[in-house]
């Protein structure tokens, strides 16, 4: 195989995964000393399952090394250093001391050195929106415009089945008086990194009380936040939509919500 085919092949088959929304690992070799099968630049596709589907990066010995390596980013969701070296290397590299780096003896009879990076790569994020209300139908044109993988559960006789298990998911619950204890039960069964409410505090309070009743524990409900949004005086639903999917972004890309709230 050509190193043109070797691309296209690839290629291919890093667009079928993102086509598919599944969860991947990318290996790049970074660096090699002495006497290494795999050279800089060489790259390999690793699934979910530790599969590589698509490059090369040289022996069992590197291979083992990655793959499992390759699980741990995708479920640690951080970038990995794998380095593989002779034992005499290892205590000369301050680096590896990182938790963010993996050192394994490298016990192929060439004794060389290499490190790999291994990043991971997730499907789309999810925006999984509860209701048939103004304030949900625009945040649906915002998760589309921003390239989330949009979930629209109009109402309770639509199922949210599929869900990506990889992705990081978003929820709102934008029911507005229809169907709201269904929708909020429904998102506290779903791994999620937002959960926010459209109500008001008072109304809230009254839902919490009757989903508590229900036999779903305070702790749970924890996760909630209500009401969702940052504070911007909107008013109208399109506004109010704004504020919300202002948040969501605010937390995906800096990990917390610092903005002022209602």
């Known amino acids: ?6 691309k296209i092949n690839f290629e291919n088959v890093l667009k079928t995964l993102e086509n598919k929304g599944s969860s991947f690992v990318i290996a790049t070799v970074i660096r090699t000393m002495s ?11 690793i699934s979910n399952k530790g599969e590589i589907l698509s490059g090369w990066l040289g022996g069992g010995c590197v291979t083992n090394a990655v793959r499992n390596t390759a699980l741990e980013t995708l479920n640690l969701k951080k970038p990995k250093l794998v380095v593989l070296s002779p034992d005499d290397i290892k205590e000369d590299l301050d680096e590896l001391k990182s938790d963010q780096t993996f ?11 290499m490190d790999i990076f291994i990043e991971p790569f997730y499907p789309k994020s999810e925006l999984i ?3 048939n ?3 949900a139908n625009e945040l649906v044109k915002f998760g589309e415009k921003y390239s989330f993988n949009v979930v629209h559960v109009r109402n309770s006789q639509d199922d ?4 990506n298990e990889f992705s990081e998911k978003y929820i709102v619950i934008a029911t507005q008086g229809n169907s709201d204890l269904i929708a909020i039960t429904e998102s506290l069964k779903i791994k999620a990194t937002y959960i926010g409410l459209v109500a008001s505090q008072k109304k809230y309070q009254a839902l919490k009380k009757k989903i508590i009743d229900d036999g779903v524990s305070q702790e749970k409900l924890k ?8 504070f911007i005086n909107a008013i109208m639903p399109e506004e109010v939509a704004l504020s919300i999917f202002a948040e969501i972004i605010e937390l995906k890309r800096s990990g917390k919500i ?3 709230k209602f």
């Open 1 to 6: 195989m050509t190193n043109n085919d070797e």
């Open 35 to 45: 006497s290494t099968a795999a050279k800089p630049g060489m790259k390999a596709i």
């Open 103 to 113: 050192h394994k003896k490298n016990y192929c009879p060439s004794e060389g050195s």
């Open 129 to 131: 929106i509860y209701g």
């Open 133 to 135: 209300t103004p304030i």
């Open 160 to 163: 949210n089945n599929n869900l």
């Open 223 to 230: 996760n909630i936040i209500c009401p969702a949004g940052i």
């Open 258 to 260: 610092g903005s002022k």
